[in-house]
């Protein structure tokens, strides 16, 4: 347990988060003896029980800080309350706990452009056929992965939902992408 050593005569707080001194400590006072020190040299002192509680947080949105924001001493129950601080998280911080998508296999992606936007082996083979797409499976040709955010991606979903070729639409496959 940690106090706060007062001086009784506000009171008001020396210091806060303080051991019990070991001379205190060390006596086997009653919890009257430490809140209220008459000993020689001591009086007027006290050391009071502090109780730290949490806010109401949203984890998403904010984050506890190392700071705490003390209350007065309650000279009725001669206890010092405390509320840990908190703050608003970035919106850099918050997009770092959002889940990344998974780098994907070709044929991985494949599997998902079928499933999740649609696509049959119809298409696929049409798609396969089709000049306005050339560009596009000349570098999914070249690359060993998928990244879902990679602007080639998004150009080629977007172009195979436009020649109609993904049924269900280019935004099914990037809601289906498997994040972790």
């Known amino acids: 347990m940690t106090y706060s050593k007062i001086d009784l005569a506000g009171p008001t707080v020396i210091e806060h988060s303080v051991p019990l001194p070991a001379w205190l400590d ?3 006072a009653s919890e009257d003896q430490i809140r209220n020190c008459g000993w ?19 984890p998403a949105t904010e984050i506890l800080t190392g700071e705490i ?19 608003d998280l970035t919106p850099e911080e918050i997009a770092a706990r959002q889940p990344r998508p ?6 991985q992606f494949i599997r998902l452009v079928q499933t999740a936007g649609g696509m049959t082996d119809a298409l696929l ?15 999914f040709n ?3 992965e998928i990244q879902r955010d990679d602007i080639d991606t998004q150009a080629g979903l977007t172009a195979l939902d436009t020649l109609g070729l993904l049924p269900n639409g ?3 496959v990037i809601a289906a992408w498997p994040t972790g």
């Open 26 to 28: 060390g006596i086997g």
């Open 40 to 58: 020689a040299g001591h009086e007027g002192i006290g050391f009071w029980p502090e109780t730290v509680t949490d806010p109401a947080l949203d």
């Open 69 to 87: 924001v003390w209350a007065e001493p309650d000279a009725q129950t001669r206890t010092v309350a405390g509320t840990r601080a908190k703050r």
């Open 102 to 107: 998974q780098v994907m296999s070709k044929m």
């Open 125 to 139: 083979a049409q798609a396969d056929a089709e000049p306005a797409l050339k560009p596009f499976w000349i570098k």
């Open 142 to 144: 070249m690359t060993s």
């Open 170 to 172: 280019w935004q099914a």
